[in-house]
């Protein structure tokens, strides 16, 4: 039962969030959405901000694990591939569930200092899907160490600015230009560019 109240409130905290925005959610408006009392609540969480964080790393879990299932089925396919896979299917979940794709990716930056760093260790946690670019890359021995965060960065602010505007739903239509932007640094522009074309025609 306790871990079930948990679990709700760390629902109701995705969905006020997303959709009241992190200032503006109160304990109250989490508490009246997962149905548990205020005493229950604090608990469970020290205040709004621990409830908000806790939701956030099980989002960003979620996010991980999808990515990483997508990019090991194509286990067999070459390393760009498998890229774009991973970001096919995280395009494909944030597209889906608004609520997450708002929270993990906008309501965050909101949040405070703590929100913040955990935003940055959530984005480094999609390094290792990168790593094996060095070695597939002509020019590995002159990328720079941070290249990985430097394709993830480009990505995440195209998809942060999407669904800032409110098209996270059409999300999907960008993944072109999300697998150009993370394959640039490693292949180069014409390179990333054929890997964009072809991602285009195999959802034509």
Known sequence: MVRSQRERLLEAMVRVA???GYEATT???VIEVAGVSRATFYEMFDDKAACFLEAYDAVIDVLVAHVTSA??????????????AGLGAL???????????RMAM??????GDDARARYR???????????EGREYSSQSEELPADTARFAIGGATSMIF???RAGRGPELQRILPDLVFAVLMPYLGPEEA?????RVTRSRD
């Open 18 to 20: 997303a959709a009241k």
């Open 27 to 29: 304990v109250t408006d």
């Open 91 to 101: 395009v494909e979940l944030l597209a889906a569930e608004a609520d997450i794709a």
């Open 106 to 111: 906008v309501e965050v930056t909101a949040a």
């Open 121 to 131: 260790a959530a984005l480094a946690r999609f390094t290792p899907f990168l790593e």
């Open 193 to 197: 560019e054929d890997e964009m074309r």
């Open 161 to 163: 600015d999407e669904i």
């Open 71 to 84: 990019f090991e089925s194509a286990a067999e396919e070459p390393w760009p591939e498998r890229i774009a």
